[in-house]
């Protein structure tokens, strides 16, 4: 079966106690890059196997290397800078995860975290799978003020060199071998916020093209994709320390976001947050939509039935084989995780796979 699979995951897990100690001795001078590697090793060894345990196809590396599902990858291009500076807030949280800037003429000129997935990719007979943020996540939080009005006076320039940049970055990916590959873009989910759009025109955008424009430059970066790398995107309402940061459904954007080629969508769908099923009827008939049903911001489990009269509801808008099940994001899309304890975690990966058993008899 080409991915997504009737059970998969978002991508990120819960560190280890051990591979926090590590990291936290790292940034304290402790231990060297090389010895913080060898501790990285392990924890993914493990991850892997308990992901196979449990029955998923697609297995991730945790982004155990990683302090930020997006910001690691994000600076690596060149022309960014990270920075702390006023974007989306997280409710019930003072800290803010910093924000990517563009300040100098964008590419990819180097391979970035291919050498992760190379490892990844030599723990596992199953599906590697390969997560990075969406090219949209150069732009979506601090909007036009966060692109160099120097170096990009024309803002459609800089769209072309983000494309570009993430062609190059996905032919590196195939080179070493990698036949899925998810693009993380929450930035269609907060576009169905109405305060989120308040901030985009205030930093100098119209909300109302931007699910357009992000589309747009997805298609440019996969135009030249190889046909044996599946791609997906998943979109949600944020994910840090267990808060979101927008709510609103999917009605105003999904015409857009379904018009990006992709195989398929990894939806938010845990709560009332992200609104009803029907905008899921937009979806082309070739395309599949994982539904997000199973949360990771709470150890509380839950029932089968709940979740299977769920998929239900998507059926009436989207014929059953084109549907899966996942959880709605990341167990720690940032180095902090979710308040759930990895027993919670797992439970919940194994729950989506004994649902997806159930319902379509086959993983």
């Known amino acids: 079966m080409r991915p997504p699979f009737r059970a998969d995951q978002v991508g990120s897990l819960l560190r280890p106690a051990a591979l926090v100690e590590a990291r936290i001795r790292f940034k304290n001078g402790e231990i060297n890059a090389g010895q913080l590697r ?5 924890a993914i060894r493990a991850a892997v196997a308990r992901q196979e345990s449990v029955g998923l196809q697609s297995v991730t590396d945790g982004e155990f ?24 807030k997280f409710v019930g949280t003072e800290e803010q995860p910093p ?43 601090a909007g036009r003020k966060g692109v160099s009005t120097e170096v990009y006076p024309d803002i459609d320039a800089f769209w072309h060199d983000a494309a570009a940049a993430y062609s190059k970055a996905l032919a590196s990916f195939s080179a070493a071998g990698c036949n899925y590959l998810q693009l993380d873009d929450v930035a269609f989910a907060y576009l ?63 015409e857009a976001m379904f018009s990006c080629d992709v195989d398929g969508f990894f939806m938010e769908f845990d709560s009332e947050r992200s609104g009803s099923f029907e905008p899921l009827r937009m979806l082309p008939k070739n395309k599949k939509v994982v539904l997000g049903l199973v949360t990771t911001k709470v150890g509380q ?41 990895e027993d919670d975690q797992w439970r919940k990966l194994a729950l989506v796979v004994e649902v997806a058993n159930e319902v379509w008899g086959a993983r």
């Open 38 to 42: 060898k501790h990285e090793d392990e």
């Open 65 to 88: 290397r990683r302090d930020y599902w997006h910001i690691d990858f994000l600076r690596q291009l060149q022309g960014v800078e990270i920075k702390q500076m006023a974007g989306p």
């Open 192 to 254: 169905g916020d109405e305060k989120f759009r308040e901030s985009c025109r205030a930093n100098g955008d119209d909300p109302a093209q931007l699910p357009r424009r992000y589309a747009d430059t997805i298609n440019a970066a996969l135009q030249n994709r190889p046909a044996d790398l599946a791609v997906t995107i998943h979109t949600c309402h944020g994910n840090f320390k267990s808060s979101s940061a927008t709510q609103g459904g999917y009605e105003e954007i999904a």
């Open 301 to 341: 489990i839950e029932s089968k039935d709940a979740l299977k009269r769920s998929i239900d509801k998507a059926a009436k808008f989207v014929p059953l084989e084109n549907l899966c099940i996942s959880p709605q994001c990341g167990f720690a899309s940032t180095h902090h995780g979710n308040k759930l304890s």
């Open 99 to 141: 924000i990517a800037t563009v300040v100098g003429k964008l590419d990819y000129t180097r391979p970035v975290m291919v050498d992760d997935f190379t490892f990844l990719k030599s723990q596992t007979r199953r599906t590697p799978k390969q997560t990075i943020p969406s090219p949209s996540m150069l732009h979506m939080r």
